[in-house]
């Protein structure tokens, strides 16, 4: 008789879909597509055809036939007994079964049951592989309900699993099945918090008044619900420990054991969120008194911290908004020729100023390894095309920003020992003017008052005469060439307060320094609080003495968390306030999504592509200065028109870096705020608008929407 058994003879149309696939398995034909639900190289299916012939011999024969069941087979199975539970308590059996004789090279393991997802075979193909196990391949159908995980693995040393390791494969799959189902929670807590969780999600109505009160209660029942799963895995872990579990088996599910941490951590920051957002709760506004005014434009006015004295132009105006007119590739074109021609549509759109990219001989042609810094023919252009540029930009009011690279700088030839570090050009410098830390360049400098910056010579900025021609090719730079302004490269390299020399030294329009810090995370999540990280940026101004801005990193990593994860709730801080650097010196920050680095072709940290016009929808109605980048400017899919309709109601209502913002909701899916009482946006898939939110309008008007978008609204102060 064939290994189809009891199936191999009964006509197709008469088996069940189920029963069919499990023929198709057995006969080496490939599942239908919609059969394979996920797989794990590819490569290694169609699906194995023991693990069919596993199932068809339990089935009932066709009268007159045998089914043929394999004799040497060896089978472990978790019994009644040991099956899973779910929140209603119903009994859910899982089928583990291990076999050695079906495939010449795998041992197939097969894992069915109800219920036993994709988490499952993610899980598993993980988790066997730490067990000292490798997945060849995996493979799962369904059918009616039940799950059918189908793995071929050998030893590390690519030999079939022994049997005399197979009660700790079962014990394994047992754990990992239990870990991945959210149902397995103690009685009380787990089971009533799991509830709770489903009854307030269908609650949750943003913008009405009582809404608040049950985000709140649905907040508390989520961190309940967290600290549940904790617990019982802190349980099981005992468990383990107890009776002697293999040491593969507690190393997996001490590894769930910290990710459910991790999520109760992030469910107590979404608590804590929930409740800084209660705290400040708006509440009707009673008309000032002109004397009230004043005061309040006057308190204003001040917004560094106490121990700096502002003395340099860092934002501009506090009007400005900011262009990065580049992006990673282009340096392929002739960059400045062809921005020549968009300079008066950049003016009608809004922009006040354009970055452009580091305008000197360089070593690589983005210009970011800079090496004769006074020779101006670069891969973006000539110098009497880069005047050219500058002089339309200033027919049409647009200042123009430089990207100053002074931390580093390349050689032009060998030194002592063939290390090169003698420099050309009109700033001949020699390894005097190096670093000391980096033996790499042999520099007889001071050491480095920042950090390394390994790929080229690292410029000791404690030396007067190098601050000096540092100085003098900057005013060059202004005086003579145009520029207006500068962005200061890579400052985590050298002391704030050299940049306040150059600053003092050469009083441009505006300037300001990437301060690339990495924010704190655990466990691959955001945290919640990143003050430490924010603080860190103010420190650096402050170090400038307040005459610099800095782009707002923080911002950025929040920000697309936020949106990433749909937790909308981490947009506010414990305070009220936005939670990245525009939220503690607003003056100062210069807020964007994404920048040649992060975004273009690096995506080095990209911000999400499906989220681009919410955050363009937050930064571009929020106090600081917006950075818009290029690439999202001349993007299509609606991003474009996104960015336009509201740089338009920033520029209608004069928005600067110091706008009131006033969070009126933060939530898991929505985001709602008003800015400067003037206008109100909304971010995030929740519902909520100002209207029905009950929000008043000054003077009696009402609030008329002025763009929206996918995910996103604005509205400002209409007529009577």
């Known amino acids: 008789m064939d290994r189809l058994g009891a199936f191999s003879s009964t006509p197709s149309a008469q088996l069940s879909r189920r029963?069919?696939?499990?023929?198709?398995?057995?006969?080496?034909?490939?599942?239908?597509?919609?059969?394979?639900?996920?797989?794990?190289?590819?490569?290694?299916?169609?699906?194995?055809?023991?693990?069919?012939?596993?199932?068809?011999?339990?089935?009932?024969?066709?009268?007159?036939?045998?089914?043929?069941?394999?004799?040497?087979?060896?089978?472990?199975?978790?019994?009644?007994?040991?099956?899973?539970?779910?929140?209603?308590?119903?009994?859910?059996?899982?089928?583990?079964?291990?076999?050695?004789?079906?495939?010449?090279?795998?041992?197939?393991?097969?894992?069915?049951?109800?219920g036993q997802g994709d988490a499952l075979l993610a899980a598993l193909s993980s988790g066997l592989q730490q067990f000292g196990v490798n997945v060849n391949s995996a493979a799962q159908q369904s059918e009616d309900g039940m799950v059918l995980n189908v793995f071929k693995v050998t030893t590390t040393d690519g030999k079939k699993v022994p049997k005399e390791r197979w009660d700790g494969l079962r014990d394994l799959v047992q754990n990992m099945a239990s870990t991945t189902k959210v149902s397995n929670q103690p009685a009380i807590y787990g089971q009533l918090a799991a509830a709770d969780v489903m009854r307030l999600k269908g609650q949750v109505q943003p913008g009405l008044t009582t809404g608040d009160a049950v985000a709140l209660e649905l907040a508390a029942a989520e961190m309940a619900q967290a600290a549940a799963v904790f617990v019982a895995l802190e349980k099981e872990m005992d468990k383990l420990r107890a009776k002697g579990a293999d040491g593969g088996v507690i190393a997996l599910k001490d590894t769930a054991r910290q990710e459910a941490a991790a999520v109760l951590e992030r469910k107590m920051a979404a608590m804590e969120a929930c409740l800084a957002a209660r705290r400040v709760i708006a509440v009707p506004e009673q008309p000032k008194t002109a004397a009230e005014m004043m005061a309040e434009q006057m308190k204003a006015a001040?917004?560094?911290?106490?121990?700096?004295?502002?003395?340099?132009?860092?934002?501009?105006?506090?009007?400005?908004?900011?262009?990065?007119?580049?992006?990673?590739?282009?340096?392929?074109?002739?960059?400045?020729?062809?921005?020549?021609?968009?300079?008066?549509?950049?003016?009608?759109?809004?922009?006040?100023?354009?970055?452009?990219?580091?305008?000197?001989?360089?070593?690589?042609?983005?210009?970011?390894?800079?090496?004769?810094?006074?020779?101006?023919?670069?891969?973006?252009?000539?110098?009497?095309?880069?005047?050219?540029?500058?002089?339309?930009?200033?027919?049409?009011?647009?200042?123009?920003?430089?990207?100053?690279?002074?931390?580093?700088?390349?050689?032009?030839?060998?030194?002592?020992?063939?290390?090169?570090?003698?420099?050309?050009?009109?700033?001949?410098?020699?390894?005097?003017?190096?670093?000391?830390?980096?033996?790499?360049?042999?520099?007889?400098?001071?050491?480095?008052?920042?950090?390394?910056?390994?790929?080229?010579?690292?410029?000791?900025?404690?030396?007067?005469?190098?601050?000096?021609?540092?100085?003098?090719?900057?005013?060059?730079?202004?005086?003579?060439?145009?520029?207006?302004?500068?962005?200061?490269?890579f400052v985590r390299g050298y002391g704030g307060q050299f940049v306040k020399i150059y600053t003092d030294a050469t009083v441009p329009e505006m300037a300001f320094g990437e301060y690339w810090d990495t924010c704190e995370y655990t466990d691959g999540v955001l945290n919640y609080n990143q003050d430490a990280h924010r603080q860190r940026t103010v420190n650096w101004v402050d170090a400038t003495g307040g005459t610099n801005a800095a782009f707002d990193f923080t911002t950025k990593g929040i920000l697309q968390e936020a949106l990433g994860r749909n937790e909308l709730w981490r947009l506010v801080d414990a305070q009220g306030r936005p939670p990245g650097f525009v939220g503690m010196w607003p003056s100062r920050a210069i807020t964007f999504i994404d920048n040649h680095d992060t975004g273009s072709t690096l995506n080095h940290w990209p911000f999400p592509n499906n989220h681009l016009q919410e955050g363009y929808a937050y930064i571009l109605t929020h106090p600081g200065t917006p950075c818009v980048f290029y690439d999202h400017l001349y993007a299509e899919g609606g991003l474009r028109e996104c960015i336009l309709?509201?740089?338009?109601?920033?520029?209608?209502?004069?928005?600067?870096?110091?706008?009131?913002?006033?969070?009126?909701?933060?939530?898991?899916?929505?985001?709602?705020?008003?800015?400067n009482d003037a206008i109100a946006v909304k971010i995030g898939r929740g519902d909520w608008s100002p209207n029905s939110a009950r929000i008043e309008a000054p003077g009696g008007k009402q609030w008329v929407r002025a763009c929206n978008g996918k995910d996103w609204a604005c509205w400002e102060v209409g007529t009577k």
């Open 302 to 489: 001040v917004t560094a911290p106490p121990s700096v004295t502002s003395t340099g132009p860092a934002a501009g105006n506090g009007y400005e908004i900011l262009l990065q007119a580049f992006n990673w590739e282009s340096h392929k074109r002739n960059w400045y020729k062809d921005c020549i021609p968009k300079v008066a549509d950049w003016a009608k759109q809004g922009f006040t100023a354009i970055w452009l990219p580091p305008p000197s001989d360089s070593v690589s042609p983005q210009g970011y390894l800079p090496r004769d810094l006074y020779q101006l023919d670069s891969c973006y252009g000539s110098e009497a095309e880069l005047r050219e540029l500058i002089q339309v930009c200033h027919q049409h009011n647009i200042k123009v920003i430089a990207d100053i690279v002074v931390n580093h700088r390349c050689a032009t030839y060998q030194g002592e020992g063939g290390k090169w570090n003698k420099f050309g050009g009109r700033l001949a410098w020699d390894n005097t003017a190096i670093c000391n830390n980096n033996p790499a360049w042999s520099g007889r400098g001071a050491h480095k008052t920042g950090d390394d910056y390994p790929a080229a010579p690292n410029i000791d900025h404690t030396q007067e005469r190098i601050q000096n021609d540092i100085i003098e090719w900057l005013r060059f730079l202004k005086n003579s060439i145009g520029f207006d302004g500068w962005r200061y490269d």
């Open 645 to 675: 309709d509201l740089l338009a109601v920033r520029k209608r209502h004069n928005l600067d870096v110091r706008a009131k913002v006033q969070v009126r909701k933060a939530a898991g899916d929505v985001y709602a705020a008003t800015i």
């Open 19 to 114: 029963q069919q696939l499990r023929v198709q398995c057995v006969q080496g034909r490939p599942l239908a597509a919609a059969s394979l639900r996920r797989v794990v190289r590819p490569a290694a299916l169609p699906c194995p055809r023991a693990a069919a012939a596993a199932a068809l011999h339990r089935r009932p024969a066709v009268p007159g036939r045998k089914a043929y069941v394999q004799p040497l087979r060896a089978v472990a199975m978790s019994g009644a007994q040991d099956s899973l539970t779910s929140a209603d308590s119903q009994a859910q059996p899982l089928e583990i079964e291990i076999d050695n004789e079906a495939e010449r090279e795998f041992t197939l393991i097969r894992v069915e049951g109800r």
